[in-house]
């Protein structure tokens, strides 16, 4: 197989079998799980390739689901739009706050990061709460108006077009693995000095990628917005703050599959084990320990070398060059 | 001091972290194409020294200049785009990239894609290209980081211990690729192995407790370890 096919097969053929889920899956759990993935792509690469850990993630979805919500409450009715406004806003809030974030490392970064979380559910909450609507938040399901050959109003077109973004944002930072960039990234998290010393602008390199990852998380959020056609204050809660992270160490950091398998498992523990009994975060918890207990490596890091292992087997050995 | 020909002046360098001062009004040059060697014990603050000419500690007082251009409050990204590169002592490449990755990342930095340079003087590293440089030994990883400084062609490379630690046949290795470089690239060397000194420095720098105690240029006293003397 050659490299490009290779390269496309890993992408079309898992983000295949959730698109043939869709008719064994319901449509509701398939469409969280994509959105979710999303959202945890973001994470997943601030956390797996700059080495950026980030309790703040809910205010950067919050950002671009308000901007979506305001477009479609008070400006216009055309879902696309809106979640491009949802995404420029989310490039907006990140650029300007990269610029100061950045410069933080480590537990600073969490924290302050956590910490803004808490001032943009606050600023939704009450601060703005004559345009927000406060804690009722605001509704626009019935304000928007069909899109043309997928229809983003109807569940079944938008599970479609959610399934499209998130095969575009895969691909993106699958392809970004292989730029100068995405090694730069990596270089950043590994030795911040030796980047200097190559001639590189490390303050550049953090910014850019914390823009890109933020507004990924914005473009989860401008999603959830159309599908649900209503936002609220509880997505910048505090007290979610940690869920793309756990999501990201329970799929495997800075791993390909890592936050497609880690919404899986979560949206579907969370689904599944709900129905069951009421503590489902209960259950994650304990996945989580056991699975760093296991060697840190989450799902998919711990399946990919077996993997990897069985697929070496069954191919024949290359032939020995000098 | 005057060196008109001199293409690395460092003058009255004062440094120092927080209240301790480490370096003590130290001046050396190093001519075009020649390379000079920083001797001394642990703590001297010979890597001081170096870290403050890359652009990484801003001295108290007095200049560094390369080619009539003062280095003083640039950043080490600036320094390293003038063509000064530092390879650092740790011997730590990125641990996640590929040797392959780790040239490309110099190569995009500095836009020279010609990576024979490399392999001319470090021929392992090719067949190593897709090796993680966490799994390179100590000796592969200090040909990765010269050969990586290498690429753009460097106008001064400043080299901090490079020998430390490594197998007597890659010192002898390197011995020789610092012999070569020596007319092409301008070199400022911190190092303990006096026998390599010996043999590939111009002029010996003797530094001790922070300042330059001894410049050493007569090359039969240099070949003779007379820089001993002063440590």
């Known amino acids: 197989m050659s490299r490009r096919l290779r390269w496309w097969a890993g992408i079309l053929i898992p983000f295949g079998v959730l698109a043939v889920a869709r008719w064994v899956l319901p449509l509701p759990f398939l469409v969280e799980v994509l959105i979710f993935s999303v959202y945890t792509m973001a994470c997943n690469f601030l956390l797996g390739r700059v080495g950026f850990i980030s309790f703040g993630q809910p205010a950067y979805l919050a950002a671009g689901a308000y901007g979506t919500a305001f477009y479609l409450y008070y400006f216009g009715r055309d879902p696309l739009l809106g979640i491009l406004v949802g995404l420029a806003s989310g490039w907006l809030f990140s650029a300007v706050v990269g610029l100061v974030f950045v410069r933080l490392r480590s537990d600073y970064f969490a924290l302050v990061n956590l910490a803004l979380a808490v001032i943009v559910y606050h600023l939704m909450q009450k601060v703005l709460a004559p345009i927000t609507k406060g804690d009722n938040g605001l509704w626009f399901l019935d304000r928007m108006t069909s899109t043309p050959v997928l229809d983003l109003t109807r569940p079944d077109g938008f599970v479609w077009f959610a399934w499209l973004v998130a095969v575009a944002v895969w691909a993106l930072y699958k392809a970004l693995d292989d730029t100068v960039f995405g090694a730069c990234c990596l270089a950043t998290k590994t030795n911040e000095d030796k980047v200097k010393f190559l001639g590189y602008h490390d303050f550049k390199i953090r910014w850019t990628a914390f823009v890109l990852a933020n507004t990924t998380a914005a473009l989860a959020g401008s999603l959830y917005g159309v599908y649900f056609g209503f936002v609220s204050p509880e997505m910048a809660s505090a007290a979610r703050a940690a869920d793309p992270v756990v999501v990201t160490i329970l799929g495997g950091t800075g791993t390909l599959y890592g936050p497609l398998v880690g919404a899986l498992a979560y949206v579907g523990m969370k689904d599944l084990v709900s129905g069951v009994v009421g503590n489902w975060e209960f259950f994650v918890g304990l996945l989580l320990v056991v699975i760093m207990l296991a060697g840190e490596r989450g799902i998919w890091g711990t399946l990919e070398p077996w993997l990897r292992r069985r697929w070496a087997w069954r191919r024949p050995a290359p032939a020995l060059q000098e | ?231």
């Open chain 2, 1 to 231: 001091m005057s060196h008109p020909d001199g293409a690395l002046v460092v003058e009255g360098l004062h440094v120092g972290y927080g209240e301790a001062q480490v370096l003590f009004d130290v001046h050396l040059a190093v001519p075009r194409g020649q390379l000079a060697a920083c001797v001394g014990r642990n703590g001297a603050g010979k890597t001081t020294l170096l870290r403050t000419i890359a652009g990484f500690l801003r001295p108290r007082a007095g200049s560094v200049r390369y080619g009539g251009v003062d280095l003083v409050g640039r950043k080490p990204y600036e320094v390293a785009r003038m063509g000064i590169r530092y390879v650092q002592q740790d011997k730590r490449v990125f641990a996640d990239l590929t040797v392959r990755e780790n040239l490309r990342l110099a190569s995009y930095a500095t836009g020279d894609w010609d990576w024979d340079v490399v392999f001319k003087y470090f021929p392992r590293l090719k067949g190593l290209l897709d090796r993680k440089g966490g799994y390179l030994s100590g000796g592969e990883r200090q040909m990765l980081m010269i050969g990586r400084a290498l690429l753009g062609r460097p106008k001064v490379l400043l080299i901090d211990e490079p020998t430390e630690g490594l197998a007597p046949a890659v010192v002898e290795q390197l011995g020789r690729v610092f012999e070569e470089l020596k007319g092409q690239t301008t070199l400022l060397m911190v190092e303990q192995n006096l026998p390599l000194v010996g043999r590939v420095a111009d002029v010996v720098y003797a530094v001790k407790e922070g300042r330059v105690v001894a410049e050493i240029t007569d090359p039969d006293a240099i070949r003779s370890g007379a820089v001993e003397a002063y440590l």
